[in-house]
């Protein structure tokens, strides 16, 4: 067997077993009043300051509904004009139209009349045949 010299033998180190360890009560935080009344306070006006946002996106969105409705109503006012002036536009035309028609009657009739007259000379001095060429002359005449 081989001797090695001391610093390389390997020395059996002996376990011992370790401390127990003693589970104590954490310590308790040292108390600041005014640290604590402030923490408090904060949160409390975080709290407040959350309710008062919430509130706020609820009346904003309303809000954002009821101009979105405007638009729409005064889309439709824009429409409901619209509609408006050609009807009136059309209706100035069917008067300018009727006002055409009257005259176009007033002077048929006037013509009528006149040819009345003719058959009525034609027919004193001519009969059944001179009524109609007289007619047919005032007819003409015009």
Known sequence: MIRRPARFVRRR???????PVVRRAPTPAPQFP??????????AA???????LK?????????RRQIAMLQKLKARE?????EKQRLDNQLAAERRTHK??????????????KMAAGAGIG????????AVIGAA??????
């Open 34 to 43: 005014r640290v604590r009344a402030a923490i408090a306070n904060t949160q």
């Open 78 to 82: 824009a429409a409901l004009i619209a």
């Open 123 to 130: 027919f004193a001095l001519g009969g059944p045949a001179g």
């Open 100 to 113: 055409q028609l009257v005259a176009q009657r007033a002077a048929l009739r006037a013509q009528v009349l």
């Open 55 to 63: 509130k706020l996106k609820a009346q904003d969105a309303a809000l």
């Open 137 to 142: 002359a005032i007819g003409a005449a015009k």
């Open 13 to 19: 180190v002996i376990r011992r077993p370790a401390r």
């Open 46 to 52: 975080i709290k407040d300051e959350r309710a008062q």
